[in-house]
């Protein structure tokens, strides 16, 4: 299993902007597919976004226009940009895996201890 770590989320104001990032092991590469998903106290987890090897993109409805996706495979790193970020957007944000490559139907594996973010 590859590892992950997430770093980045914070406290931030309604509107405001955070970037978060999540550093692989060296073997991230054999992934085909990473994403994001988050998840709050309560609620069901969600997948946020998730990018393919060949750059392609998809995005949960509720963050359409506001979060970027996007990975630096030199690094073996990946992103999320969040802006105008809203209260129902607080959760704990994890990277993982994702399988088939979709958004809300794939299937999330390996990740790392999330990072959270607060946004009131």
């Known amino acids: 299993h590859v590892q992950l770590v997430e770093s980045g989320g914070g406290s931030v104001q309604p509107g405001g902007s955070l970037r978060l990032s999540c550093a692989g092991s060296?073997?991230?590469?054999?992934?085909?597919?990473m994403g994001w998903f988050r998840q709050a106290p309560g609620k069901e987890r969600e997948g946020v976004a998730a990018?393919?090897?060949?750059?392609?993109?998809s995005y949960a409805d509720s963050v359409k226009g506001r979060f970027t996706i996007s990975q630096d495979n030199a690094k073996n790193t990946l992103y999320l940009q969040m802006n105008s970020l809203k209260p129902e957007d607080t959760a704990m944000y994890y990277c993982?895996?994702?399988?088939?490559?979709?958004?809300?139907?794939?299937?999330?594996?390996?990740w790392g201890q999330g990072t959270q973010v607060t946004v009131s």
């Open positions: 990018i393919d090897s060949d750059g392609s993109t």
């Open positions: 993982a895996a994702v399988h088939p490559c979709l958004v809300v139907a794939g299937t999330w594996n390996d």
């Open positions: 060296s073997d991230t590469y054999r992934i085909t597919c």
